[in-house]
């Protein structure tokens, strides 16, 4: 149906559940630059790509032109406003602001970059297994997927949160173990169409061990699915974490990120300083919306190849 | 019917009892052992070494779960050591707080969604489909507290029309006495919604008008509006079913920030001052609750979907 849909209106964005069926390698060729072709013609794919480049360059470049104390406080110059030696003002407690929006996109994209390949990575194991293994072994993953899905996303972080102690690393582990269940339920539904597939059952028949059909045969071939959920998981993340810190469950300071420094810049709210809440929650909502943007046009490059097959 | 609905059910209670498991382990996870959690950083060490006696947490970990379940079968959610009040009791107060919020704001974006999904469909790929869709998009994106903040900037702080704050008060009454007080509350809780089920109306309104029965009635010279509301509206609603059910977990975590961006008194506030002053029986009291309405929610979607479309019974 979407086929019709979508070669009817060339326009149409698929719905949030249209996931491509089967696999995604074509026959002979190069699938990859293929679907390069189609995604570089998607101007909002672009300007995805554009915003992500400019805040990775913005986060970890920056710094090295732009220089400013983040380490100690600087109480004489509290809540300056944007202009002369502080282009957005400095914060409550003296920091410079774009130099502390600087450091914060560090920690904001590291850690989720970091989450996002993690849930990535498990959630596609986990899926492919239980896919290919099917059965018992199958229903019980599936139900402990089921379980953990059960609980809102945001009450299962805050929880986790409150339990271990945040800190870079523990927040990575705390934000996948939220996001790796899509990955995993997608991947399982991959895998079970592959699983009949002629040469998964002719690598089985001929003895290929289940580890090695799950690494070498079941996940390759499900590899668009993968990076396009992997997109989403990134934004996803990027929110997560971003919700986390603003209901100050965050890394303690003088560690930062975007919605720390959101949730700091809301104490100014009724005083009209603006540069403590505006750059840091632009700066959020722009990263989700760029990578959101290259998530879905990904998907769509990927819908073109399924139906030239 | 009765075989889709037995399977479904039992599908619901094995999930309800992976959460109790999930809830039990993390338990067992708290810092310094269940007993510190339940009791708090204040209670001495004798008061712990009493609890784990009197509770049994020295006891095998299976004769544990098997208390914890008929405890929680008994509506014995813990004591907050914050609060001073039993789980159960904080819980019940204000659960039906958040229900209303979440359901005011469903209401608000069936109400807007709808007929703005159709009408994108009618009009796809002109100007009012790409500025709303487009528009959909950037609410889809916004983090739900940035949204509320915006709305707060704008409606309270600069054009001073309504109220920064939710509507205090310990009951429903009282919350709903102040209706210009849950304006903002329900408005950005209801945008994030609108954004997504606009988004999926859409879709499955251009998938309804390309069927045989829509070119059919076409054909037959039906008027345009007959086919609007008869046709399309009926056939492209049943998937919406759905979609609230499977959209709860996502409304459920906006009501947590929604309720804390406006100090709106709901579960949501109470779970989040739980986690921020690390109140753990509030906090496993209230994820089981949360859970359950989850698996409630979607179970009742399900069902409600079969009986609207009586192909799903027999697959």
Redesign the interface.
Known sequence: ??M??AG??P????????TPEGGTVAAGGSPWRAILSVFIQNRLAIVGVAIVVAMVLFSFVGPLVYHTDQVHTNLGDINVAPGGSHPLGTDDVGYDVLGRLMLSGQSSLLVALAAALLATVVGTLWGAVAGYVGGAVDAVMM??V???????????I??????FRPNTWTLILVVAIVSWLAPARLVRGEAISLRTREYVQAATAMGGRRGWIVLRHITPNAIGTIVVQATFEV?NAI?LL??LS????GPAPPATNWGSM?SNG?NY??EGKWWL?YPA?LA??LT??AF?FIGDALRAALEVRLRER | MTAYLVRRLI?AI??????T??VFL?LH???GGPARGMLGPEASSFQVHQFIIQNGYNEPLWIQYGRFLDQLVHGNLGYSYQYNQPVASLLSEDLPKSAVLVGLSYLVALIVAIPLGILQALR??SVVDYVT?GAS??A???????LG??L??GFA?TWRLLPPEGPQGATVAAVLHDPSAIVLPVVTLALVTIA?FS??M???A??AL?QDYIRTARAMGMPERTILFRHLLRNSLIPIITLIGLS???T???A??TE?VFNYPGMGLL??T???S?D?PV??G??IV??TA??VGSLLADLLYAVADPRVRYS
């Open positions: 149906m979407s019709i849909l009817e209106s326009g149409a964005t698929p719905g949030p559940e249209a139900r402990i089921d379980s953990v899905l059960a609980i809102p996303p945001l009450i299962l805050l929880l986790l949160a409150s339990v934004a929110l971003a919700a603003y209901l100050g469950l959101l809301l709210m009724y809440i929650g959020i909502v989700v919306v959101n | 599908q094995a999930v309800v009892f992976g959460v498991i999930i993390i996870a708290l810092p796809r790929n869709t998009f950037v889809y994106s916004m983090p739900t507290f940035w903040i915006l707060i900037l702080v997504a988004r999926f859409r879709s499955s251009i998938e390309l709860l977990p996502a459920i975590s906006g947590v920030i804390s779970f989040w739980s986690a921020t690390h753990f906090l496993l209230a994820t949360f859970a989850t698996v």
